[in-house]
């Protein structure tokens, strides 16, 4: 089973500045989902977006969806700093088990 | 309604022992997933049970390690003659799909459980 890649690796940004990330893949999937994992903690379920669907929204969150690129993107608007975190895109291809990337570690300084 | 809980929440076994783990799924699911995660890693599956059923496996390692969830009570990951490298972060995920069923759903993660194997 395929395994998405986030980019950036990291990202360090003043509170208020957007953020965004990236997740690459290289086979079809059927649904791509990304979660927030807080330092120690186990993972938030964020957004899922099928893969019929261009983009979803959820409070400061926009995620969208580019399957001829085979990439997804997630921007979170007017950061804080409690959006410090590692975020993770998880596919969900052939096989019905999400697998995840190796996240992008977001900072966001007051 | 509670969330997936996890026991215990940090664990220390030395070379050799055995790590039971365990993990209660939200009420109402029978769908329970284990992870299992590296320091700067994203999350590795391992196996996929429903009650009484382990229904994908193939991310468990052949040797020193099972799962299982019964009828009764939580989904337990037993690692036997541990070793160093056994030591990671834990997660168990649990959901209310069907297997086969419903492809598209939401996993609800527990806060994991940390083990050090010294």
């Given at each position: 089973?395929?395994q998405?890649?986030?980019?950036?690796?990291?990202l360090?940004?003043?509170?208020?500045?957007?953020?965004?990330?990236?997740?690459?893949y290289?086979?079809?999937?059927?649904?791509?989902?990304?979660y927030?994992q807080n330092?120690?903690?186990?993972?938030?379920?964020?957004?899922?977006?099928?893969?019929?669907?261009?983009?979803?929204?959820?409070?400061?969150l926009?995620v969208?969806?580019?399957?001829?690129?085979k990439?997804?993107?997630?921007?979170?608007?007017?950061?804080r700093?409690?959006d410090t975190?590692?975020?993770f895109c998880a596919l969900?291809g052939?096989?019905y088990?999400?697998?995840?990337?190796?996240?992008?570690?977001?900072i966001?300084?007051? | 309604?509670?969330?997936?809980?996890?026991?215990?929440?940090?664990l220390?076994?030395?070379?050799g022992?055995?790590?039971?783990l365990r993990c209660?799924?939200?009420k109402?699911?029978?769908?329970?997933y284990w992870y299992?995660?590296?320091p700067?890693?994203?999350?590795?599956?391992?196996?996929?049970?429903q009650?009484?059923?382990?229904?994908?496996?193939?991310?468990m390692?052949?040797?020193?390690?099972?799962?299982?969830?019964?009828?009764?009570?939580?989904s337990?990951l037993?690692?036997?003659?541990?070793?160093?490298?056994d030591?990671?972060?834990?997660?168990?995920?649990?959901?209310p799909?069907e297997?086969?069923?419903?492809?598209?759903?939401?996993?609800?993660f527990?806060?994991g459980?940390?083990l050090t194997?010294?």
């Amino acid at each position: 089973s395929q395994q998405g890649e986030e980019d950036p690796q990291a990202l360090s940004i003043q509170e208020g500045e957007n953020a965004t990330m990236n997740c690459s893949y290289k086979t079809s999937i059927n649904n791509l989902q990304w979660y927030r994992q807080n330092s120690g903690r186990g993972l938030v379920h964020l957004i899922l977006i099928r893969s019929n669907e261009r983009e979803k929204h959820s409070g400061r969150l926009r995620v969208t969806l580019d399957t001829s690129k085979k990439s997804s993107s997630l921007l979170i608007t007017a950061s804080r700093a409690a959006d410090t975190a590692s975020y993770f895109c998880a596919l969900s291809g052939g096989s019905y088990i999400p697998t995840f990337g190796r996240g992008t570690s977001l900072i966001v300084h007051p | 309604n509670a969330g997936v809980m996890q026991n215990p929440r940090h664990l220390v076994r030395r070379r050799g022992q055995e790590a039971r783990l365990r993990c209660s799924p939200m009420k109402g699911h029978s769908h329970v997933y284990w992870y299992r995660q590296l320091p700067e890693e994203g999350l590795k599956f391992m196996v996929y049970l429903q009650k009484e059923n382990i229904i994908d496996e193939s991310g468990m390692p052949k040797e020193r390690f099972s799962a299982e969830f019964p009828k009764e009570g939580p989904s337990i990951l037993r690692i036997q003659q541990v070793v160093r490298g056994d030591s990671a972060a834990y997660f168990c995920a649990s959901s209310p799909a069907e297997f086969g069923t419903v492809i598209d759903y939401e996993q609800y993660f527990g806060p994991g459980t940390r083990l050090t194997v010294t």
